[in-house]
């Protein structure tokens, strides 16, 4: 399995392929068909991403000391950057995803190129990814 770095910088190589954002844009709104879908009855206040203009939900599961994240999200672009960031961090562990930078999303410029509700969205997926994976740290550590 490849790094967090590893998979970041793919996706890195496959927008610079790009010359403008219209196609940044498809590009990642088509990444939306490669989310691993949360299930309808998981759709619930618990999964809820607070602070996103659009409704989106994610939930994670540790199997084998690996953390699997699933998500939805009602906007097409919303669904396109949960993909793009899950299939990041999906099959790390707890740690390295609680210790992950999202600097993919500085590199790509990604906030500049959002409306403000959006980057409120942005921002409150990244954060709900980590608390995520820092309650399976806190997990782990509480059994040791």
Not at 77 to 92: F, R, T
Request: with cysteine; hydrophobic share 35%.
């Amino acid at each position: 399995m490849s790094s967090l770095k590893e998979r970041e910088k793919q996706y890195l190589e496959d927008l610079m392929m790009f010359d403008d954002w219209s196609g940044k844009y498809d590009y990642i709104m088509s990444l939306g068909s490669e989310l691993p879908q949360i299930p309808e009855e998981n759709k619930n206040e618990l999964t809820k991403v607070k602070g996103c203009q659009s409704a989106s939900w994610l939930d994670a599961e540790l199997k084998e000391g690996k953390l699997y994240y699933r998500g939805d999200s009602e906007a097409i672009l919303g669904k396109g950057v949960i993909s793009m960031l899950l299939n990041i961090v999906n099959g790390a562990t707890p740690e390295e995803i609680a210790n992950y930078d999202f600097d993919i999303v500085k590199k790509i410029q990604l906030r500049e190129h959002l409306s403000p509700t959006r980057q409120m969205g942005l921002d409150s997926v990244m954060k709900r990814i980590k608390e995520l994976a820092q309650k399976y740290v806190q997990k782990t550590e509480s059994h040791e």
